[in-house]
């Protein structure tokens, strides 16, 4: 059987699981956290063709659609065994970011000669795309040292990431026979990240989860001086107390005491973004 009949094969096999309404998911979610391993399994089961739809955008010549999505289900698995019922989100929405990061750290690990940690292969891309917003910043390549000020990084750990997560393949390597085509001139902007975009509005919408437990004007104000719904900019304490006819102490006072709120369920949102 080649490949593609495998995946026909395996298409059809997931597709005789059902789909789940949000209440099934509350409800084996509550079930899972109380060690029931049938309920986790049909929690996997029943989106194993988010992972197929995930895994197609990653699709490419040098590795399989079933390989990937064989990764994919391991982010998926882990997923199911980090999904509370307590974040109030849809499953998918919360197993999507997993998913694509058990890819995507697939995908890097095999392209690379030399295997990296993972924690250095997040770093590594960390500083693959601070190099391109300070590129874009200032016109010219960053130097290290002003990759690692702007990560609050040393310099020398910039460097040896920079060093060991290097391409093999020289950029003027190339790829046609009358020499006018080289890597550099195919290589793909990375500047825009999806996965970075997808985690940034995830972490944003977890954050605005915990603020719905605030008071009304709680909310606004610490929406307006972080800036959570991307309206524009920070808002000032002054400006702040201007619209509510207060002093931009009595602001500062009410930040404050949300903010020790905020730390004292810091641990929740940890859990939802990384455990």
């Known amino acids: ?40 399994k049909q929690l996997i089961e029943s989106n194993l063709r988010l992972v197929v739809t995930v895994g197609r955008k990653y699709a490419a010549p040098d590795m399989p659609l079933l390989d990937i999505i064989q990764e994919g289900n391991m ?16 499953f998918s929405t919360y197993a999507c970011w997993w998913i694509q990061q058990a890819i995507t750290r697939a995908i890097a690990n095999k392209r690379r000669m030399i295997r990296l940690p993972f924690r250095k292969e997040e770093l590594a891309g960390r500083i693959r795309r601070t190099s391109a917003e ?3 910043r200032f016109s010219r390549h ?41 890597l550099k001139d195919v290589l793909p902007d990375r500047t825009y990240c999806p996965e970075e975009q997808f985690m940034k509005q995830y972490t944003r919408d977890c954050i605005m989860q ?35 006819g207060v002093s931009a102490e009595t602001i500062r006072q ?6 020790r709120k905020l730390q004292a369920r810091s641990r929740e949102l940890h859990e939802m973004l990384y455990s």
């Open 1 to 40: 059987m080649n490949d593609h009949d495998s995946l026909q094969e395996y298409l059809k096999e997931i597709r005789k699981y059902p789909l789940l309404s949000f209440e099934e998911e509350l409800s084996l979610s509550k079930k899972i956290q109380e060690g029931d391993l049938s309920a986790r």
């Open 75 to 90: 982010g998926l698995i882990t997923a199911a065994q980090k999904y509370e019922f307590s974040y109030n989100v849809r």
């Open 134 to 136: 300070l590129y874009q």
């Open 142 to 182: 960053p130097t290290n040292e002003e990759i690692a000020r702007e990560l609050c990084l040393p310099v020398r750990e910039v460097s040896d990431i920079i060093v060991s997560s290097g391409t093999v393949s020289s950029l003027d390597l190339q790829l046609d026979d009358d020499d006018s085509l080289s």
């Open 210 to 244: 915990i603020l719905e437990g605030l008071k009304e004007n709680e909310r606004d104000i610490m929406i307006k001086r972080y800036n959570l719904d991307d309206s524009g900019k920070p808002v000032t304490l002054k400006n702040i107390g201007q619209q509510y």
């Open 254 to 259: 009410v930040e404050l005491r949300v903010l």
